[in-house]
């Protein structure tokens, strides 16, 4: 979730091993498409709530297993 809101903010957008800036243009490797900077940037922003999303879900399972076991463990105890 932190990647979500912070480190991809302001992402370093990448077309072969080369840094992309606004304005490029990055082809696929047979030359059949194109694809702006703009709209790699607007992809990877909505990207970001989907990865957010599920990073919450991942660490809010964790944390409900991690509870529980606890909880089993106490009993067993008990």
Do not use: I, K
């Amino acid at each position: 979730m932190v990647w979500a809101v912070t480190w991809a903010a302001n992402p370093v957008l990448m077309c072969r091993d080369a840094v992309m800036g606004p304005g490029d243009v990055c082809a696929n490797a047979d030359g059949t498409a194109t694809q702006t900077y703009e709209q790699r940037y607007a992809t990877w922003q909505s990207a970001r709530p989907v990865v957010g999303a599920v990073g919450g879900l991942v660490a809010g399972f964790g944390l409900t297993l991690a509870g529980l076991d606890a909880r089993s463990r106490r009993l067993a105890r008990a």
